[in-house]
């Protein structure tokens, strides 16, 4: 980096190069609870590939993995423990809403669901739809794509705020 | 549903010898909006009815729920009714039991009789606050052991969010 | 040096005593093996559960207490998540449940379709539970076989009423939309197709050396227990159970087609297995009678409570669209009463005991869903098992979260 604070040339060329293998090779973490969770493996087989786009490789431990896709409900009684999941993931990690549920509570306005994980966690992408179809989450999942290569994703961001910090 | 109602007559007159005075009141489809015979029992005799009826030959062996509802109404001694439905496989025809309570009395439970309505029980106590005496665990089910209320019923707001910070722990005296 | 002859040892034995202590294990909410969210905590002794305590209500929606806040029409779309796996069955029983209390009768074309609906959404059921089942146990291939076939059928539902999973076809008094032109053609072409598959995925595992060795035997659950704790369906059948609510207690046209009731006797996990084989073969049966039987007619029955209003009526009469308006803002009154409808799903015995006060909305919306009595039997059924037989037996008995916390 140079005085100023800008990268410098070959920062940037890495940055974007580290940026590129990261966009194509997204190891999920599946954290499907109820009815998205079924979606969800409907884009993992065969008849809507997802690891078309290298994400292929569903890894169910948040040590291993750096998209976390939140398929389904989530209660106050599971909150913390996708809390928890999340911190023990480590950077970059890339959080994906998956279905309306995850996204707002969806159609579960109701004394034990959290209205929306984004109260809790910093979510990346939103995937609306009750399920969505499976071609929504792969224009989800190119979108997170491109927001990965641009370094928009909250993770990113926060990496790069404290490295120049 | 009304070419039952013979059959359904005569095991209702076998209660009633064997049980009168704990029969509070008997509705028979056709005579009312019900489906199936509902027999409203005082409690304490709840455990016998339901082994007569298991066990005799109407053999109603087959427990396929229990459940509460909340009657709040004004100037009732009851409020809630425990619902218990039968089936039979032999003569497949069911039958419902309804036991009346009031706010803090309790009901004996129907453990030893199926060992299936241990969930169940515990479900009504998470959902209505009913005690269930005898019980071998008794302790929430679906909500957070911490929830404090009782959400199905009537005077539980929708939305009564209640957050909690971290995931509940066992205790190992649950494992069974 | 000793030799051991693995023949007559068992490598339990060898170690004596040496290990006696307990470990406590939390197979957690978020664990592959656990379909949806459930939690396990197992005291094992080396690998062999002694004692178990299963907890749930991960995903627990209030859909009881919403029944009571929502009116009987907007509650058909919280019943397509229950049993998402199987969706149709779900809206075919709760709109069986109100047109009971309200005395509907339908027309003969609703029935049809309504039963078709039934088998389709059973069978989809059956693929996924034995698919992940064998995916739980590493046969991952024999998963994806059967998931094409799902898809196929996603196909045939997104046709009938546009969506894939959660389908809200069913109204209280009719159907959605009526079945296309044609249906009943690719209907029948999918049967064909459907049952070589099943054969062919039959053929793969049934007589596979490791999948017999994992499931003979493992997760038992006997008749006398099975009434214990009140299984039904499936599960019920393969231990030796003669229950099924298609034949027991019909309703729709069940009585005028011919499907048999696979039984088995042994009640372990292949044996649960199988049956979901067989019952598939006699949906696949049932599909190819309703869909020779059906004849063209209307799909909504008579009653001007329920009758939504077509569109056209709607947008060129002024009663039409105050009806409507007050229909879907308001409510149609269901009159005073109570009653249990039950059904035989995919599942078990899914059962809606209503109660009414004659209001727009029900006084007690109750739900019986199999799921709930049959992850109670877990606990018995896995005692003394190794932890690897208890993902085998969890897989067996199909829990969808949905149904088990409502």
Partial sequence: MSKDGSSSFFTTKLDAFVNWGRKHSLWPLPFGTSCCGIEMMATLCSDYDMSRFGAEVVRFSPRQSDLLIVAGIINLKMAPILKMVYDQMSDPKFVMSFGACASSGGIFNVYSVLQGIDTLIPVDVYVPGCPPAPEGVIHALLALQRMVAAGETHSQKRLLAAKQA | MLEHIELWQSQVMELKEAFGESILEVRMPGDFPVDVPVIYLEKKHLLEVLRFLKERECRYSFLSDITATDEQEEGLPWRFEVVYQLFSQISKLRIRIKVRVAEGETVPTSVPLWAGANWAEREVYDMFGIVFEGHPDLRRILMDQRWVGHPLRKDYALKGFQIFTDSQSIDPSWLK | ?406
């Fill in chain 3, 1 to 406: 040096m000793k030799v051991v002859d693995w023949s007559k040892e068992d490598p339990d034995d060898l170690w004596g005593n040496a290990s006696d202590e307990r470990i406590l294990v939390n197979i957690g909410p978020t664990h592959p093996a656990m379909h949806g969210a459930l939690r396990m905590v197992a005291e094992l002794q080396g690998e062999t559960i002694e004692k178990s305590y299963c907890e749930f209500g991960f995903t627990h929606r209030a859909k009881e207490k919403l029944g009571e806040n929502r009116t009987y029409h907007n509650f058909i779309v919280y019943t397509d998540r229950l049993n998402y796996c199987s969706a149709l069955i779900n809206n075919v029983v709760y709109a069986m449940s109100v047109e009971k209390l309200m005395g509907i009768e339908l027309p003969e074309r609703c029935i049809w379709i309504r039963m078709i609906c039934c088998e389709l959404a059973r069978i989809t059921d059956h693929l996924i539970c034995i698919g992940i089942n064998a995916v739980d146990l590493g046969a991952f291939s024999f998963f994806l076989y059967g998931f094409h076939q799902r898809e196929e059928a996603y196909t045939l539902i997104e046709k009938l009423c546009g969506a894939r999973l959660t389908t809200s076809y069913t109204r209280i008094g009719g159907l959605m939309a009526d079945a296309p032109e044609g249906f009943e053609q690719e209907l029948q072409a999918w049967v064909v197709k459907t049952l070589a598959v099943i054969e062919e995925m039959d053929r793969l595992l049934s007589n596979n050396k490791i999948w017999k060795k994992r499931t003979v035997g493992v997760g038992v659950f006997d008749k006398e227990d099975c009434m214990q704790y009140s299984f039904s369906g499936p599960n019920a059948r393969a231990a030796g159970i003669d229950f099924d609510l298609r034949r027991d207690q019909p309703c729709m046209f069940y009585r005028e087609v011919d499907f048999e009731v696979p039984i088995l006797k042994n009640g372990d996990v292949y044996d649960r297995y199988r049956i979901r084989f067989e019952e598939m073969k006699q949906s696949l049966q049932i599909l190819q009678q309703c869909a020779s039987r059906m004849k063209k007619g209307p799909i909504w029955c008579e009653d001007k409570r329920v009758r939504i209003p077509d569109k056209d009526v709607v947008h060129n009469t002024m009663e039409g669209m105050i009806y409507h308006f007050k229909f879907f803002m308001q409510g149609f009154e269901v009159p005073e009463g109570e009653a249990y409808t039950q059904f035989e799903a995919a599942n078990g015995e899914l059962g809606f005991y209503i109660v009414s006060k004659g209001r727009t909305q029900a006084h007690r919306m109750r739900i019986r869903g199999p799921s709930f009595w049959h992850y109670q039997g877990l606990s018995r059924m896995i005692q003394g098992e190794k932890i690897a037989d208890m993902v085998a037996a969890l897989g067996s008995i199909n829990i969808i979260a949905g149904e088990l916390d409502r």
